[in-house]
DNA sequence: GTCGGTGATGTTATGGTATAACCACAACAG
DNA sequence: CTGTTGTGGTTATACCATAACATCACCGAC
C-alpha cells in the first residue's frame, strides 16, 4: 500500500499551519504565473482564508471576513472566487458539508477523496488510484461513462478515534 | 464482475415505472410493520413522490406537491419526513444535488453508490463491495474509523452516451 | 491616444435549501 | 386517567447560491 495517495493528511499535533497557508499560497502563485491565470489580490485572499486551517470554510463565513476588510463585498464576490480556486484545483467543495478546503496538490479539476472527522471537523485528503480506478471500473461496468467522482469519507480522524476525549484542534493555529 | 451489486440500474427504456413504485410501497410497509415503524399518511405520501421517477427529487417541489393536498404543508413538513425515510434507508440523499431519491434495497443506514447521469438526470444506485472495501481499507491505512460513505459519480448513463439526441425521459411514466 | 473588447468586481435582488422553537394532539403504557 | 412519547402544524429565521446588470481596469488594434 503506498502512502503517497494521502496528498494532505491529518495533522498529528498541533502544527505550524502558517507554513501550510504560505506554501499553498506559493504554489498558486506560481501555477497561476505559469499558466497564464490572474490572482487577483481577491482571490488570493479568499484562497489564504480558506487555508486558515484545516477544516471545511463555509462561504459566508468566507464573506464575513471580507465584509471587515473589503466594502461591498457581497456573496457573489466570495462565490466568484471560489468557482475560479475550484476551476484551477487550488480548492475543493465538500458536497456533504456545503464548504471548501484548500487542495495541497493543485491540478486543474482534479479529484481527489476526503475524509472528514466528524469530531475535530479536519478533513484530510487522499489520491488514490485504487479508490478511483475501482469506482472508475465498476461504473463502466453499468455502462456508465464516468466524468467526474465525488468521493467523501466521514468518521473519526486518528486523533479523534484515539483520545475521544482529547481538545478540539480549533483553526487559526498561527 | 458479478452484476449483482448493481441494485437499482438504469431503465434502457420507457418502463412501467408505476410498479417501481408500487414495490418500493410495498416493502416500505412490510419493513416498518416487521420493525414496528410508522409509515405515517404523511411519511408514505412523501415516499410515493420520491419515487414518481428514477431522478432525484428536491424537498421543495416534494413540499409544492404537498401542499396541493394538505392544508399547513411547511418545509418541516417534508424535511421531517425525509429524515424518517432516511434513517431507514428508504431514501437516499444525493449530496452533490441536494436531492432525494428512493432505495431499491432499503435497509438501516445503508450507504450505496450513485451514478447520476448530467444529461437525463436519472440516477443508478450500485452497493458494490470493492468499491466499498476499497475505500474503507485506503481510509483505514490513513489510520482513519470510517462511519460513512458518500460517493456519487456523475458523467452519462448507457443510454445518453449512446445516443446523446434521444429524446429526454421525463418523470411521471406512469 | 483612443477606441473597443475582455475579464474582474461592485451592486441589488432573488431563489433555493434547511432548521429552530414552540404548540397541539394522538397513541400508548402504566 | 394520566403522564410520556412521537408526530405533525405553525411561524420564523438562518444558511447556501445565483441572476442580472453596472462599472472599471487592462490591453491590443488602429
Same mark, same amino acid.
Given at each position: 500500500?503506498? @502512502?503517497?495517495?494521502?496528498?494532505? /493528511? $491529518?495533522?498529528?499535533? @498541533?502544527?505550524?499551519?502558517?507554513? #501550510?497557508?504560505?506554501? =499553498?499560497?506559493a504554489r498558486a502563485e506560481d501555477i497561476c504565473l505559469r499558466k497564464g491565470l490572474r490572482l487577483t489580490e481577491l482571490r488570493r485572499r479568499? +484562497?489564504? +482564508?480558506?487555508?486558515?486551517?484545516?477544516? /471545511?470554510? @463555509? =462561504?459566508?463565513?468566507?464573506?464575513?471576513? +471580507?465584509r471587515g476588510e473589503r466594502r461591498g463585498a457581497a456573496p457573489p464576490t466570495v462565490y466568484r472566487a471560489?468557482? $475560479?480556486l475550484q476551476e484551477h484545483g487550488f480548492v475543493h467543495k465538500i458536497e456533504s458539508l456545503? =464548504?471548501?478546503?484548500?487542495? *495541497?496538490? /493543485?491540478?486543474?479539476?482534479?479529484?481527489?477523496? $476526503?475524509?472528514?472527522? @466528524?469530531? #475535530?471537523k479536519a478533513v484530510a485528503e487522499l489520491d488514490d488510484p485504487a479508490i478511483h480506478d475501482t469506482?472508475?471500473?465498476? *461504473?463502466?461496468?453499468?455502462?456508465f461513462l464516468v466524468q467526474g467522482q465525488v468521493i467523501e469519507v466521514t468518521g +473519526?480522524? /486518528?486523533? #479523534? *478515534? *484515539?483520545?475521544p476525549a482529547a481538545p478540539q484542534p480549533h483553526a487559526h493555529e498561527h
Open positions: 500500500m503506498s @502512502r503517497s495517495s494521502v496528498i494532505a /493528511p $491529518f495533522q498529528t499535533e @498541533r502544527h505550524d499551519h502558517s507554513s #501550510c497557508r504560505r506554501d =499553498a499560497l479568499v +484562497l489564504e +482564508l480558506v487555508w486558515s486551517g484545516h477544516e /471545511p470554510v @463555509r =462561504a459566508y463565513d468566507l464573506l464575513d471576513q +471580507l471560489l468557482d $475560479f456545503n =464548504a471548501y478546503v484548500g487542495c *495541497a496538490e /493543485p491540478a486543474d479539476r482534479h479529484g481527489g477523496q $476526503f475524509l472528514i472527522c @466528524r469530531r #475535530c469506482v472508475q471500473r465498476r *461504473a463502466e461496468a453499468s455502462g +473519526l480522524c /486518528p486523533r #479523534c *478515534a *484515539a483520545d
